[in-house]
Structures are given as structure tokens and as C-alpha cells.
């Protein structure tokens, strides 16, 4: 029930154990204002506590010094007010007590919700952290399942003061269930800039994935406008407070499709205070060693990118190995002793058989040589210890005998080997690729040195695969996968390996896939991650995206991903949607001025080919406009965004520039569809889609 400041409802009670029916009216408006101004008071003092910290003599040298002050300054920022942020955006009174473990210690059965835990001076808390147990029917309480809240209460803010509440009485059969007009107002505010959180608005089916253990592996496949991005940010956020300490030891990671994405998104986790967390695209990931400055044909990036490549790399990783035919001789003094052939044989096998990285098997090698070595010495009624087999190791037969055996082997080096040299690619390649195909991946011209060479992304991933084959890739606690859809097998399996001993949460959407090797089913995308035990969500319930675009969007559905739930947009406002024959840029520009009279943010997106003769307009029109990624100001509102930019971004507004052209602007036409599906459902409030030529078929 919707409950504006001019007409107050009689409010919960001040006292924890009063009844708030039966309570005299006051000025609940005026109370709530009063205990966010307390609460920010609190968080500043909170502040100024860790900033005061002095920890000159509690330290016990330098390194610890230098980590608990790391540690300190961490706190200080993650205690930043944001004065535009609402500190709380929510209440629960509950019918009971719960748990003194549940509360964070809370009093009574009142409970601010909010982005963060803040405390008085006593310790009690004036704002419980949104992730806390006690928070959780703030987002899954239901008149069917009140969860023993009798009030839930919204809170409706205008540039971080409140400005309005709304109260539901859960446990009241004679109040109805009513759809939340403050609900709707959050989840459709015009933005300007990059993401924000959705921490006030999360709906029960986002909260069960959010708040699922760091234990499983979780995909969500999620259609344009379901909040997929936001829920795995906010995922992250929950493990980390949940698993904190485990996860400060083992890293979070967060990969996203490209850098504009990563920085439309970086202000998230900072606003809920988690600031530990790294974010990378598999590019930054895999392009250690080389720098990557060349394409491949998409049928070269196809093959390069098929999981059968991660099996000719490992052929040819160990045919390095050769089996010995001569003794071992180590001389220590005036005595002799002789590891023969067959025994040398023995050991190489017994390496091999077990799995082990190349590299770790190497430097096993001369240890188990010199071991055989001190059996020789024991039988011989001499008392070796462990100093004596590491002076053996180390002898120079012994280094020469593993060198031949098993030599080192640069990762960059063999697979500049394996696209270079034909033969050498046949030997390995027999039985797995085709002729056709190793002829399409083979370069033509011969390259010098892994410096000199004109590496691709997909070649970077086949140096990563042959590093980890080398040397164990170090695996992180969990690893966020946004826009998977696009990644290739060999790219899935990167990214499994920075999470081998961890799990991950993957998003996307099938019907968003705009790569020649873009994913087809969910469960053949975990089996290259490694995490075929991990469980598949799906999210479509469309919070972003305007009744009308959506319905339109879908036309596209039947083309590009046959049998996919299409998403039911729930917003109330259907959004505004035009389409418009246009004969020249100087339309498709008044129709951004026309946007641009809204408030919120604009993006005018168009096929990359037609990016420049667009952006001459604006400019010759004296429109100020962005490029993907750059943070919209009020005076810059609009963003000329390339379509093959345009993944995983939002604005209010969008105007559409010729859709047949973003379908001809890919190498085929089911990518193209794909690619404008993505297109049609970057807008907030309202699209206008202007053409010249006719539109695609598949949108009558």
C-alpha cells in the first residue's frame, strides 16, 4: 500500500515490543528521515574510526605492517557514504524475534535493510547488510509465505533522501496483495552513466541464485532485460560476505566480453563496499605471454577454437618425451653407480601413465633417477639421506640424461611450430583434424620468432592451453562468466582452468550468441568448463525492457534460437516503439534530438560500417556523443555505439540505425539475426528504429 508523505499511516513502533496497529499516528516520514540521518552519522563515525586506527605498535615487522594497513585502507574506502545512494532502502518488522545468530545481533524485530552493515557507537545496528540471513524475506516474503514479517516497507528516495514509503502487511488476510508502484519506479528510473546495483529491487527467483552456495557451479541463461548481469555481480557480492575469508585467500574474478563492458559495470561492487574483486576479459587472461595483433578467418578461429585442438596440443606437448636406450653413469667419488636403461624406461612410463603436467614430471624425473641411485647405495651397506639424493639430482649425468629424455618446452614456441609447420601439424593432428582443416589454420607465410609473429586471440588461447599443460594454471575461489554464450570450447576451457578448484557462475543468453562458434546448449558449455555437475537456471521474467520492444524483439526468436522461452517483460509502462522509413542520416539524427528531450541516457546504434558516416552527422548537427564505455554526463547524454559494441549494454533511450545493414554486417545471416536481436533490446523506455532499405523478413 503506497503511503506518500502528505498522508501518513500510522507507522511500526519506535518501541520493539509496542503494537504497530495500535500505536498513536506520528510522522512516519519524519521518523524514517531521522534514522537515515542517525544511520549516516553512524557510518561516518565508523569511518573515522578506521581512519584513526594506529597500528605503528601492533605490528610485529614491516610485511605485516604493510598488509594490515592495505587491509585498513580497503575498510576506509568500502565505508564510503555515497550521498546520491540510498544507505537503506527497506524495513522489516517482524511478528517474533529471530535469532540473536540470524540478526547480526539486531534488537527487537525492526530491521533496516540496506547495502551495507552500520552500527551505532554501542554496537547495535542501525542498517543490516542486505545479505545477511535476516534479510532474506525482504526478497522472498509472500502473502502465501509471509516468513513471520508483519510489515515489509519500501522506501522511495530523490537524489539519496527519502521521499516516499510503501507498506505491505504480510501477515494480514484482510490486506490484498498489491503490485509495488515503488518497485516499478526503481526498476524503471531513467539512468545516467554506468550500471547501478539492483540490490533494492531483487525479485525472489534472482534471490535464490544469488544467494546459492560457493560450493556449485550455477548457469543462468537469461533473455535481454532479466537482470542475469546484475544477479551475478550481486552473487558475487553475497559469497564474498558469506565466504569471506575463504574467498580473500583464493581471489573472485569477474569476465567480461570486452573492456566498455567492463567498465559499464565496475561501479557495482564498489557500492555494495566489495572492492577486492579483479575483472578481465579471457583476451586480458590468455595474452600473457605474446602480444596479440592479428585476426583469423572465421573458419580459422572456428577450428582454432574447437575442444579437439586441446588434444593435438597435448600429443604434441608430450612427444618431447623419448624413451631412454642408455644407462645413467653418476660417479661420487671413487664409486660408480649405474641406473640401466630398462630402469630409466620404467620411470619415464610410470610418469606418463600418471597424468601429470609436463613440467611437474620434469623436475620429478631427476629425483626419482637419483632415487633409484640411493637404492644402489643402501644395498651396498652405505647410509644416503635426502642431502645426498638432491646432490644426485644434480649432477651434471643426471641433468644431461633428463634433458634428453624430457627436454623443456616453450609453450609459444611450439604452437608458432604447430601453425607453421605442415608436417609438423600432421603428425599430431592425425585422426583428430581434417586435412581441409589443418590447411585452413596453417599460415601461409613462415614467421621468424614468436615475437615477430601476428598472433590471434584464438592462437593466445592455444599458448594458455599449452602453458597449463606445462605448468597448473593458479585456480581462484569463483569466477564470474557474463555473455558466455560467445566464448569457443578452447575459451571455456581457459576459463575452467582459473577455476579448477573453485566454481563459477555463468550467464548469457543462446539467443544473444554473435560468434561463428557461439555456444548451442548450455550443457556442452559446462562440460568444456569442467563443471558438468553444475545446475542450469533461467531467468525470463524481462524487468529492463519495454513491453512493446521485447514482443517485437522476439519475432526474431523462431530464426535464431528455436525453442527458447521467449522473455515476458512484467513492467507496467509497455514503453515506447516507433518505426520510421527514413531517406537520409539527417532523420536518423532528428530522431536522437527527439530522444535526447527525455530525460536519461540515449544510444543510437547502428552496424559498425555505418558508425562513421553516423558520427559525421552528430557532429555536423553539433551533437555531442560518446563511445561505448565513456560514462554519460548531463551535458553528453548520447553514445554512438557500434553493434558488434552494443552486448550486455542499456540506455533509456535508443534509436536503431538500418537493421538490415547490422544483419549483412556479419559473415552469416543466422549471426546477423543474433546480432540485431541484441540491438533491438539495448532500450529502457523507448526505441525508435529507422531504415532506409526494407526491414529483415523475420521481423514481419
Known sequence: MSTPAHDPLTDAPADP???????????????ERAHLTGSRAALRAMREDAESLDIRDVTANWVNAEVLA?????????????????????????????????????????????????????GDPMVIDWRAPVSQPFYRASKKDPMDVALRRRFGYTRGDITAYEDEHLS???????????????????????????????????????????????????????????????????????HRERLARTGTLVIGPNRSFLHYIEQVLPALGELTVQQATVDDLVAKDVEVRGTDTAPAAVIKGDARMAEVLRRAVYAHVTIPTEPVVVVRGSRRWRVPAYELEVIV?????????????????????????????????????????????????VKAAVKQVWPPVDPAKLV????????????????????????????????????????????????????????????????????????????????????TTGSATVLGDLAQGTTPWATRSWDEALSHLGKSDGVIEELTAGFRVPTDVITYASRLLP?????????????????????????????VVAACEELLRNEGSTGLIAADARVPALAEALTAAGIGYLSPGEETTAETRLTLVPASLAKGLEYDYVVLDEPQAVVDGEPDERTGLRRLYVALTRAVSGLIVTHTAPLPPQLA
Open 17 to 31: 515490543g509496542a503494537d504497530p496497529r495500535t500505536e498513536p499516528a506520528t510522522d512516519p516520514l519524519s521518523r
Open 349 to 397: 612410463r610410470e610418469l606418463l601413465e600418471r597424468s601429470i603436467r609436463y613440467g611437474a614430471a620434469r623436475e620429478a624425473l631427476p629425483q626419482r633417477i637419483a632415487h633409484a641411485v640411493l637404492v644402489q647405495m643402501e644395498r651396498s651397506g652405505e647410509a644416503p639421506d635426502d642431502r645426498v639424493q638432491d646432490s644426485v639430482a644434480r649432477n651434471a649425468a
Open 70 to 122: 592495505r587491509q585498513i585502507e580497503e575498510r576506509i574506502k568500502a565505508l564510503a557514504d555515497l550521498s546520491d545512494t540510498p544507505l537503506f532502502f527497506g524495513r522489516l518488522d517482524y511478528l517474533h524475534a529471530p535469532g540473536a545468530d540470524q540478526a547480526e545481533g539486531a534488537y527487537g524485530e525492526r530491521f533496516y535493510i540496506g547495502r551495507r552493515h552500520v552500527h551505532d557507537h554501542d
Open 172 to 242: 494480514d488476510p484482510a490486506e490484498a496483495t498489491r503490485t509495488s508502484k515503488l518497485l516499478q519506479q526503481e526498476i524503471e528510473r531513467p539512468r545516467v552513466g554506468p550500471m547501478r546495483d539492483i540490490v533494492a529491487t531483487i525479485q525472489p527467483e534472482q534471490d535464490e541464485i544469488v544467494r546459492s552456495g560457493l560450493g556449485g557451479t550455477v548457469c543462468v541463461q537469461g533473455g535481454p532485460g532479466t537482470g542475469k548481469t546484475a544477479v551475478g555481480l550481486h552473487r558475487v557480492a553475497y559469497l564474498l560476505y558469506a
Open 416 to 499: 608458432l611450430r604447430l601453425l607453421t609447420d605442415a608436417d609438423f601439424l600432421a603428425v599430431h593432428a592425425d585422426g583428430i583434424l581434417t586435412d581441409d582443416e589443418q590447411k585452413t589454420i596453417v599460415w601461409a607465410k613462415p614467421v621468424r620468432s614468436v615475437k615477430a609473429a601476428r598472433w590471434s586471440p584464438a592462437d593466445a588461447v592455444l599458448i594458455d592451453e599449452t602453458t597449463d599443460l606445462v605448468q597448473r594454471t593458479h585456480s581462484l575461489g569463483h569466477v564470474v562468466l557474463d555473455e558466455a554464450q560467445d566464448l569457443s570450447p578452447m575459451q571455456y576451457r581457459a576459463v575452467g582452468r582459473r577455476c
Open 559 to 587: 530464426h535464431i534460437a528455436p525453442g527458447l522461452t521467449p522473455v515476458a517483460s512484467v513492467r507496467e509502462n509497455p514503453g515506447f516503439f516507433a518505426l520510421r522509413q527514413v531517406t537520409d542520416t539527417g532523420e
